[in-house]
């Protein structure tokens, strides 16, 4: 029988609410209704006491953490209405989005224009600090994320990868069991799978730092690469339209250098998409943000991130229900990649890493909830753009 749980949360944020929600819905085998009934009184349905408890320590670390913290805002725009009612009826019923299983469309026409708008728009970006262009596969090995302790801080993301034995005999038996089945694959011969050891990458820039294993790089240089890839998270319940996808199109900029140039190179990141919110008149907000830590052992680095100011987000406004998308982030890591991957100078000093990141669908369902589908109220960019592409049909 499920029983409720209230708490007083009068020191949060916006922004900490809604982490909390977000990683509260991943737990959906033990956690029901989530609500405020007011603005600092959260409401939570738990199954068990072993899910309340845990409830219990989550949201008395986010509170903890949150005495200690401060906001900080770098850049703020506001948007220019009117705005459409509900971009998400909207774009559903536009016939642009292919609804293909949960968290997963396929896009079409205008937004998918857009998308290849935003897509030259950060590349451009990287280009402009010099950054050479790499491509990644998709699948990664598991011992990647071990490498760097992913699943320590984020398993609520992994969408991890299996196969069949190699067995000539047993791949028999499950072809015709499925043929038997008209095409359906039973919980039996599921459980035939070998135990996942690749995984759907869920950061476009995990594989760029195993690239430079072991690598000198001279005194004073910076080294900086970008790459476009498709990114994995499951969101539980938290998927929603192109805001929040289980698979969606991200564009990194990674620097490897000494903290000083990756504080300055963070900066003109910051600058050239605050230059480009302000060229497309969108409303956004760049401040100092956390990631969304899970267990209970790594949410302590949610204060350590705030403090050292280690990850600034964008977030483009949503008007209709008043919310915010995370389409940006800018992140210092420390030595923490080039301790794991021995990556010096030639001094033999660690280097340093950052990772800017644009979200491409995020971009895009931020755009059209400010815009809309009427493209009269598109900034000129945009339609230039869409204009140049037709011509070349």
């Known amino acids: 029988m499920s029983k409720i749980r209230e708490y007083t949360i009068e020191s949060l944020e916006p922004a900490d609410l809604e982490q909390i929600r977000s990683t509260l819905a991943h737990g959906s085998a ?9 603005p600092h009184r959260l409401i939570v349905e738990v199954a068990d006491d072993a899910t309340g408890e845990f409830v219990d320590r989550y949201l008395e670390g986010m509170v903890t953490g949150a005495r200690r913290r401060r906001p900080r805002i770098l850049f703020e725009s506001k948007p220019s209405g009117p705005f459409p009612s509900d971009i998400d009826h909207q774009l559903l019923a536009s016939g642009e989005l292919l609804p293909l299983g949960e968290g997963l469309f396929g896009i079409r026409g ?13 590349r451009a970006i990287a280009f402009r600090h010099h950054a050479e262009e790499n491509r990644y596969p998709v699948l990664l090995p598991m011992e990647i994320l071990e490498e760097v302790s992913y699943l320590a801080h984020f ?9 069949f034995p190699e067995s000539l005999p047993v791949l028999d038996e499950i072809a015709e069991s499925v ?6 694959l039973n919980d039996e011969q599921r459980s035939r799978a070998l135990p996942p050891t690749h995984v759907l990458q869920p950061a476009v820039c995990l594989p760029c730092y195993r690239q430079h294993r ?13 790459v476009e890839n498709q990114v994995f998270r499951f969101e539980a319940r938290n998927f929603r339209s192109l805001a929040r996808l289980w698979n969606f199109h991200v564009r990194d900029l990674v620097f490897l250098g000494n903290r000083t140039d990756l504080v300055q190179l963070r900066r003109k990141v910051m600058e050239d998409t605050s230059e480009l919110v302000c060229r497309l008149d969108l409303g956004a907000r760049i401040e100092i943000a956390n990631d969304p830590f899970f267990t209970s052992s790594s949410r302590g680095k949610t204060v350590h991130q705030h403090l050292q100011e280690a990850k600034y987000e964008l977030g483009l406004i949503c008007p209709g229900d008043s919310t915010r998308v995370a389409a940006a982030s800018f992140n210092l890591h420390g030595d923490f990649y080039s ?5 010096r100078f030639a001094s033999g000093d660690l ?11 995020r971009w895009v369902y931020g ?6 589908f009427d493209e009269e109220r598109w900034p000129e960019p945009v339609l230039d753009f869409l204009n140049g592409q037709e011509a070349t049909r």
């Not at 205008?110 to 950060?122: K, P, V």
């Not at 043929?179 to 359906?184: P, V």
């Open 110 to 122: 205008r937004t998918l224009q857009l998308c290849r708008f935003f897509e030259q728009e950060f």
């Open 339 to 343: 301790r794991v991957y021995n990556i």
């Open 179 to 184: 043929e038997r089945s008209g095409g359906r």
């Open 30 to 38: 033990g956690i029901g209704s989530i609500s405020l009934s007011d």
């Open 367 to 372: 755009f059209l909830a400010q815009k809309g």
């Open 155 to 163: 398993p609520q993301h992994a969408t991890l990868c299996c196969h």
């Open 214 to 226: 072991n690598r000198v790089i001279p005194d004073g240089r910076c080294l900086s690469l970008t």
């Open 351 to 361: 280097v340093e890493t950052a990772c800017m990141g644009f979200g491409v669908e």
